[in-house]
């Protein structure tokens, strides 16, 4: 069963850090372009970073050099490590696995950054 499972997520001071995890069954994971994206409530799904399957990594403008995307193919796992959080960082975070025509989606954990 083809699977992205997604962990990490709660609610966390401003400047505080989150580290978020997704889990993934059911690909051949190597392969797979892995990324985070996010959505706040009324807003659409944005991208916050991506790894290739060479590791090399892309972000978006916000979170440059506050989050950091990282994988372990020995694991199946793919992380993003957030440091000195702000409120607008708020949002549910989605991974999402690409390859070929393949787009698979977990189901997104929640972030709140909030005094």
């Known amino acids: 069963q083809v699977q992205l499972v997604e962990s990490g997520g709660g609610l966390v001071q401003p400047g505080g850090s989150l580290r978020l995890s997704c889990a993934a069954s059911g690909i051949l994971f190597n392969v797979y372009a892995m990324g985070w994206y996010r959505q706040a409530p009324g807003k659409e799904r944005e991208l916050v970073a991506t790894?290739?399957?060479?590791?090399?990594?892309n972000y978006a403008n916000s979170p440059k050099g506050r989050f950091t995307i990282s994988r372990d193919n020995a694991k199946n796992m793919v992380y993003l490590q957030m440091n000195s959080l702000k409120p607008e960082d708020t949002a549910v975070y989605y991974c999402?696995?690409?390859?070929?025509?393949?787009?698979?989606w977990g189901q997104g954990t929640q972030v709140t950054v909030s005094s």
């Open positions: 999402n696995a690409k390859y070929s025509n393949y787009d698979i």
């Open positions: 790894i290739t399957s060479g590791f090399s990594t």
